[in-house]
């Protein structure tokens, strides 16, 4: 992956309480299941090898609910700043829906996969991922790969798998002058685990959280923002970016 964040940049992290306040569903309740499934069943390499056509309809189902969905508040401030700080701004996101992109960031790393791309289940095959998720809602079969015909499968990153593009983060963790958590619960490795290591390697990184809940890794930030996201971000913006700015 080409993008990358110049030394004192700006380093966010979104999660799912951002996509939450534009009405996209988590899908995920109190006892583990998603829409009424296992997780088992639906977000994992085995899943789909039993059922491959379960899987695909779910994320189907996912992609017309997160489509529908427009961005709020927050996903427009963190466009504004990338575009005030150009190559000193980096968002990486747990998210797998496209508002980030449909509010005009462009500098964006999905660290969990795109909702919006299908890619050919055989590891060893070297076809790029698809952009346009083969008509998900149209198709009553699940789709092959162009180039070795195997089945294709959502470009999301499952449970059990490593999420992507981690060498791009690691860098921009040792570069960033400034690092911006939102709505992330602090449970989810290894991203939960950055402001950890900032706080352990690079102490004067200035950090902070935006979010109603406190999470996990909350002694870790410098600043808590407890508020919603489309409210609480452009405060947090305010000050982190004044402090790229300075450097």
Not at 28 to 53: C, K, Q, Y
Not at 216 to 231: D, Q
């Amino acid at each position: 992956m080409s993008v990358h964040l110049d030394h004192g940049g700006l380093l966010v992290l979104t999660g799912a309480g951002v996509s939450a306040e534009s009405g996209v569903p988590t899908f995920r309740d109190a006892n583990g299941l998603w829409e009424n499934h296992a997780i088992e069943d639906v977000a994992s390499p085995e899943g789909f090898t039993r059922d491959p056509w379960l899987v695909w309809r779910f994320y189907s189902a996912r992609r017309r609910g997160a489509f529908a969905c427009t961005p709020n508040p927050a996903h427009r401030a963190l466009a504004d700043a990338e575009r005030a700080l150009g190559t000193r701004f980096l968002l990486c996101t747990q998210n797998v829906d496209p508002l980030h992109e449909r509010a005009g960031s462009r500098r964006i790393v999905h660290v969990h996969g795109r909702l919006d791309r299908s890619r050919c289940s055989n590891q060893q095959c070297d076809a790029p991922p698809l952009d346009d998720v083969r008509s998900y809602a149209t198709l009553d079969a699940v789709p092959s790969c162009d180039r070795c015909h195997a089945r294709l499968r959502p470009d999301i990153v499952w449970f059990g798998e490593v999420p992507a593009h981690l060498d791009v983060l690691e860098a921009a963790l040792a570069r960033c002058g400034a690092f911006l958590a939102i709505g992330t619960s602090g449970h989810v490795w290894p991203v939960a685990g950055f402001v950890g290591w900032l706080a352990r390697h690079r102490p004067q990184v200035p950090s902070a959280y935006v979010g109603p809940d406190r999470p996990a890794n909350a002694e870790s930030f410098h600043e808590l923002v407890f508020e919603p996201a489309s409210t609480g971000v452009a405060k947090a913006l305010a000050s982190l970016l004044v402090s790229v700015r300075a450097r």
